[in-house]
């Protein structure tokens, strides 16, 4: 939870309803909520569900708003950390509701989800016109670390016992140490 926003962890069920369009029976979903990018996040949640079980913390959330309960959007991981305590994340938000601060508000508090979680790296990417979701990577304290072809990285890292660290820990990481990106979509503008 934050100062505008609630990130609730999606069942199976919830799930399910966002990949089908179609609220369930207490869902409050904002016009235009779910869009592409939640339906293919909601079925890489399933999936993941279905092969290795529901990895929650390092499932998928929806973004609602505090003060209606409306699902404005999706953020998530896209699988539990690798071996090396890395995961990667995307978020999106309806076309009404950006513009407003809540995708950064919304990305912090999935990165404190990880901190808090013990993982020692976040990934995440973006188009390389997606100049907003950029900002965004960068106002949440995600540092670039390169680009290819297509997109732009950016990683945060945290050092041993950053979890009890209010707003410390995080590290920079140079270009030659990012990983490769992941295959998943994250913050990319729908096609």
């Known amino acids: 939870m934050t100062t505008r926003l609630v990130l609730h962890?999606?069942?199976?069920?919830?799930?399910?309803?966002?990949?089908?369009?179609?609220?369930?029976?207490?869902?409050?979903w904002a016009p235009d909520y779910p869009n592409d990018g939640d339906r293919a996040g909601a079925?890489?949640?399933l999936e993941h569900c279905a092969n290795t079980g529901n990895p929650q913390p390092f499932?998928?959330?929806?973004?609602?708003?505090?003060e209606n309960g409306h699902a404005i959007g999706g953020a998530?991981?896209?699988?539990?950390?690798d071996d090396r305590g890395q995961v990667t994340i995307g978020y999106g938000l309806i076309p009404a509701m950006r513009g407003k601060g809540y995708a950064s508000e919304a990305l912090r508090a999935l990165l404190e989800i990880a901190r808090a979680a013990g993982v020692a790296s976040v990934r995440g990417d973006a188009d390389l016109d997606n100049t907003a979701s950029q900002h965004v990577m960068a106002a949440a304290g995600?540092?670039?670390v390169g680009e290819d072809?297509?997109?732009?990285?950016?990683?945060?890292d945290w050092t041993a016992g950053s979890a009890a660290e209010p707003g410390g820990?995080?590290?920079?990481?140079d270009g030659a140490a990012a990983s490769q990106p992941s295959p998943q979509v994250s913050a990319r503008r729908p096609s």
Not at 9 to 28: K, S
Not at 149 to 156: N, S, V
């Open 9 to 28: 962890p999606l069942t199976p069920a919830e799930a399910e309803c966002v990949v089908q369009g179609r609220p369930g029976p207490d869902a409050l």
């Open 43 to 45: 079925r890489h949640f």
């Open 59 to 66: 499932g998928a959330y929806e973004i609602r708003l505090r």
């Open 76 to 81: 998530g991981f896209h699988g539990v950390p």
């Open 142 to 144: 995600m540092r670039f």
């Open 149 to 156: 072809d297509l997109l732009r990285h950016y990683r945060i």
């Open 169 to 173: 820990g995080a590290t920079a990481t």
